[in-house]
Nanobody, 116 residues
């Protein structure tokens, strides 16, 4: 089993920046993909924000390209999401996710609110 703990959420004004971090612990396979998903208010589904493989290949949602940057530290089993130029539509609960083949684990989520 893998445990994920997110940190770094909060309230930020439009145009501001925020950094989310996630630490994984437990039985972690080295060849995994870590990522961030979000669930906006009133939405039923979580959507991919960004993901990164253990070799550093990244994937971003079109809505965050050029504004968000995902990174990871394989030695520490951490993944971070640097968010800039935040917009009100970025408001959501952000979830950390780790996946290895069919094994998927989620964090509990951290709230990000973009509002003036």
């Amino acid at each position: 089993q893998v445990q994920l703990v997110e940190s770094g959420g909060g309230l930020v004004q439009p145009g501001g920046s925020l950094r989310l971090s996630c630490a994984a612990s437990g039985s972690i396979f080295s060849d995994n993909t870590m990522g961030w998903y979000r669930q906006a208010p009133g939405k039923m589904m979580r959507e991919l924000v960004a993901a990164i493989t253990s070799s550093g290949i990244t994937n971003y949602a079109d809505s965050v390209k050029g504004r968000f940057t995902i990174s990871r530290d394989n030695a520490k089993n951490t993944v971070s999401l640097q968010m800039a130029s935040l917009k009100p539509e970025d408001t959501a609960v952000y979830y950390c996710r780790i996946a290895y083949r069919e094994y998927v684990n989620w964090g509990r989520g951290t709230q990000v609110t973009v509002s003036s």
